[in-house]
C-alpha cells in the first residue's frame, strides 16, 4: 500500500533557523511546509510601530501581540518561578525573533565543544567543531555575515581562530571612531578588543542594502541590511515551499514504530488542521519548542525535554569617561572584550565576555538627568556632553546545564485554549564567581576611561539567548536529541532550535543553530 | 493653527489604534490655554519656535486624568513670571526651582518634550502608562544632531563612522 503525505517535510516555525531549514529543503525539490503561529508583516509597518512607540526601550513593543500569537513581555503569557524573572525577547511573526537582534555571528570554538573532557564541568557537545565547520561557512553566507577573519576570536590575541575553510563572505565593517580610541586605552592594559562578525552586509547582497547605520538594530532594521528571518522564510518560498501563517502547532502524533505521522495545528477562529509527512523539523523557538513536546508527550524518554535552560544571563556597566568617543555612529554594537572567552579558569568559573554597546544614547541620557531635576540650557549641555562619552558595557556569563532550569507548559490557556509558558530559572554557584571577575574588570575600566561609575551593580540581567532546553548529547538517557539534531527516540523528528546546544559558551547562538539548521536538511535530503 | 484638545480628542475617538494614546484625554482647553502652554513650552525648553501640534498633544497627555491641569499650568506661568525667568539660565535656585510641586510640574513638561512620550516606560512589560507624543520631534536629539542620528534614519553611507566627528576637538 502506498502511503501519501500532505508534504515531504513540515518545518514548525518559519525564524531563521526553521525558514533556513525550509529554504535548503524546497532548493532540492522536496515539498515542504512551513508552518507559522504569528502573521506575516512587512518591515515598513514595524518601523512605523516603532516610531509612534513611546516604549522604545521595549524591542517587542512594535510587534504584534496577538491573544494567539503572544510575544515574551506578556507576563500572562510566560510566568516565572524561580529566583531570576527569565525573559527573553521572543516575537511571533513570520521571521521570528531575529527580527530584533543585534546578528552577532560568532562561531563556536573547539574547545567551546569538549568543556567537559578539557574542564570538568558541563557536557560536551556529540560533535566536533570540524564537523561543524562547513556549515558555519554555508550558514555565514546565508546570513551574509561581514567579519575580520584574521583576528583571534578566543581573546588570548593569538594567531586567527577558530580555523576557517574560507574566508567571511563579506568584508568588516570600518572600526568606529569610539572602538579605534577604546582599543588604544584597552590593549596597554591587556585587554583583546575584537571586531565582531555579524549579519549586516557592508556591501549590496542578497537583495539588502550595506549598512549606514541607522542604529537601530534593536527592535528593527529599517532598511533590511541586517539578516532577519523573515528573508529565508520568502527564500524558501520562492523555491516552492508553502508558509502558512496564524497556525499554532499544538501536537505531534505518534504512529508505528514510534515514527511522527502528524502535526495539528490551530487557527485564530478555532479550526484544527492536521497535515501528515515523512519529515518533521520543529523550529518553534527554544522555549515553545520543549512546550510543543511535552505537550505532545513525545521525544522525552530522558525525562530532560523542558530542562537545562541556559541563557548568557549578564550584567551591566553604564560609566562616563573622561574624553568623547561619541557611541551611536554606525551599528548598535562593533566587538568586545573575549579575554575571559576559553583557558583553564573555567574549570572554577564561567567564561565572560565583555562588549560596548554603540546604540545612540540620548534616550538613557535624558531620562536620568530629567530624573536629576535638571532643565534649561544645563539640559542640553549635558545631553551632548555625556552623549559624547557614555560607556555602555554589557556583560554575559557561560551558563552551565542545569535540570532544575527548566521550561513546562503552564496551566494557563491562551486564546486557542493552548497552554502558556513556566519557567523555573536561577543562577548557580559557576556564574556567581565569574561575577566577580567580571566586576573586577569593571573596575579596572572606571580606572582606564577615568569614568564616573553610574551603575556597575545590575543585577542579573536577560540576554534572549536560549540554550538546553532540548540539549544535544550522545547519551540517549540524558539528552533529548543526538549530534545530528534528530530526536533519540522519533527517526523521522528533528529540532531545529538553539535549545539543542549543551554548551553554551558566551557567543550569541544563532549563527549555530542556523549552521545546525541547513545540516538538518542535508541529512533529510540524503534520507528522504 | 491651533488645535483644541477637546477636538483632537473627538478625532482621536474615532482612531483605532490604541497606540495613539494622545486622542483619549478627558481635557476640553481653550485655544488661550493651549496657546499659553505652547509659549510655556518655548519658556522652558529655552526654544523660540516649537511645534502647535506637538504641544496640543503633549497637553492633552499631561491632562489626561487631571481636570485641573490647566489651573496649574496657569500657576506655573504665574510663578515663571513672578520670579522673573523669562530666560531658563534664571531658573536654577529661583522660587520657582525651590517650590517641589511647581519644579515636578516644569520638569513633566520638559520632560514631554524632550523624550516625546509622557509617563513612565515599564521594561520587559506589554503596559504601562506612557503616552506617545512625538519621536523626530523629541528635543533630545537636537544637541548631538551634527555628530549621531535619531536612530533609524541614516546620516551618510557605509563606514562613515571610521572619521572622527568634526566636533572631536572643541567635545
Redesign the interface.
Known sequence: MTTTYDADVVVIGSGALGSNAAYELAKQGRSVILLEAGSRIPRWKILENFRTSSRKANFNDPYPNEPWAHTSYDPEYLENTGSFDFRPGMLKLVGGTTWHWAAACWRYLPNDMKLKTLYGVGRDWPIDYDTLEPYYQRAEEALGVAGNGEEDQSGQGGKAWPPRSKGYPLPPDATTYMNQQLVKRLAPEGYHYIHEPNGRVTKPYDGRPACCGNNNCMPVCPIGAMYSGDMHATHAENAGAKLITEATAYKLEKGAGNKIVAVHYRKPDGSDVRLTARYFVVAAHGLETPKLLLMSDVANSSDQVGRNLMDHTGIGLLMIGDEPLWPGRGAVQQGGIFNWRDGDFRKQHSAVKHSMSNAVPNRTITERLLKQGVIGPELDERIRHDAARWIDVGTVFEMLPSPTNRVTPSDKKDALGIPMLRVNYDVDDYVKAGKEVAKKDYARFAKIFNAEVIEDESGWQNRDHIMGSVIMGSDPKDSVVNGDCRTHDHDNLFLATTGVIPASGVINPTLTGVALSIRIADTINKEI | MLVSAGLVAAAGALLPWA???YAASPAQASPAELDAFLKLGQR?T?REHLPSDISARLFAALARGDRAFGEKVTGLVRAMDAAGITD??R??GSAVDNDAAL?AL??SI??GW??????T??????K?D????T??GAL?????RD???????????????????AS?AT?
Open positions: 497606540r495613539m494614546a522652558l529655552g531658563m539660565r531658573f536654577k519644579k516644569a520638569v520638559v520632560s524632550y523624550l516625546g512620550y509622557t509617563g516606560p515599564v521594561g520587559l512589560a506589554v504601562d506612557t503616552q506617545f507624543i519621536y523626530t533630545m536629539f537636537e544637541p548631538t555628530v549621531t542620528v535619531i536612530p533609524t534614519y541614516a546620516r551618510a553611507g557605509t563606514d562613515y563612522w571610521a572619521a572622527a566627528p572631536i567635545d
